[in-house]
């Protein structure tokens, strides 16, 4: 079955750049939109943006100057990384199959991170 | 900026039907905003009930549907089971120019 698992810090200090991986496994990564969410601490979830197979992406646009995604489809493996970070960002992270008008079906289990010197 | 509302909370005895909805502050919904909903336990990550209105993953139970209803989108769980208790959240879609826009999800007690 299909399954996705994120990688990362889980600390990571002010003003840096956090950089999460998300590895697919029992799926081909093509044809395909991946998605990146978080959730903070007791709060819903928010979805930070997709991106296709062939590399297109879409960002939320109160986090689009600080998100960069990318994809390698030979590794099976999407990333995400999120610059300037605060203690806004504290929040646990998702990657999951789908983003646009695609359905999201998979999710993985989720990583938290956490911004604080 | 576009607000997509769902009740904070609902409480449902064992056995019994509940409907949760979705809306948006664009106006009604249709089947092109693709609505999704989403079932996150305490302490699990979410996982996808319905995609596209009504259709199920091979993992929904079947107690849980999928509609549209007076504009918004719908969520019944007919046979509430205590394993339902969880926060749900809704997703929508707005076209090739914007994200699609979460709900702040409803908190579901099965008592």
């Known amino acids: 079955q299909v399954q996705l698992q994120e990688s990362g810090p889980g600390l990571v200090k002010p003003s840096e750049t956090l950089s999460l991986t998300c590895t697919v496994s029992?799926?081909?990564?093509?044809?395909?939109?991946w998605s990146w969410l978080r959730q903070p601490p007791g709060k819903g979830l928010e979805l930070i943006g997709y991106?296709?197979?062939?590399?297109?992406?879409k960002y939320n646009s109160s986090l689009k100057s600080r998100v960069t995604m990318a994809v390698d489809t030979s590794k099976n493996q999407f990333s995400l990384k999120l610059s300037s970070l605060t203690a806004a960002d504290t929040a646990v992270y998702y990657c999951?199959?789908?983003?646009?008008?695609?359905?999201?079906?998979?999710w993985g289990q989720g990583t938290p991170v956490t911004v604080s010197s | 900026q576009t607000v997509v509302t769902q009740e904070p909370s609902l409480t449902v005895s064992p056995g019994g039907t509940v409907t949760l909805t979705c809306a948006s502050s664009?106006?009604?919904?249709?089947?092109?905003?693709?609505p999704s909903w989403f079932q996150q336990r305490p302490g699990q990550a979410p996982r996808t009930l319905i995609y596209?209105?009504?259709n199920k993953h091979s993992w929904t139970p079947a107690r849980f549907s999928g509609s549209l209803l007076g504009g918004k989108a719908a969520l019944t769980l007919s046979g509430a089971q205590p394993e339902d208790e969880a926060d749900y959240y809704c997703?929508?879609?707005?076209?090739?120019?914007?994200?699609?826009?979460f709900g702040g999800g409803t908190k579901l007690t099965v008592l």
């Open positions: 999951v199959r789908g983003g646009g008008w695609r359905a999201i079906d998979y």
């Open positions: 029992g799926a081909s990564m093509n044809s395909y939109y």
């Open positions: 991106i296709y197979y062939s590399g297109s992406t």
């Open positions: 664009t106006g009604a919904l249709t089947t092109y905003s693709y």
């Open positions: 596209s209105t009504n």
């Open positions: 997703l929508l879609y707005y076209g090739a120019d914007q994200l699609p826009v």
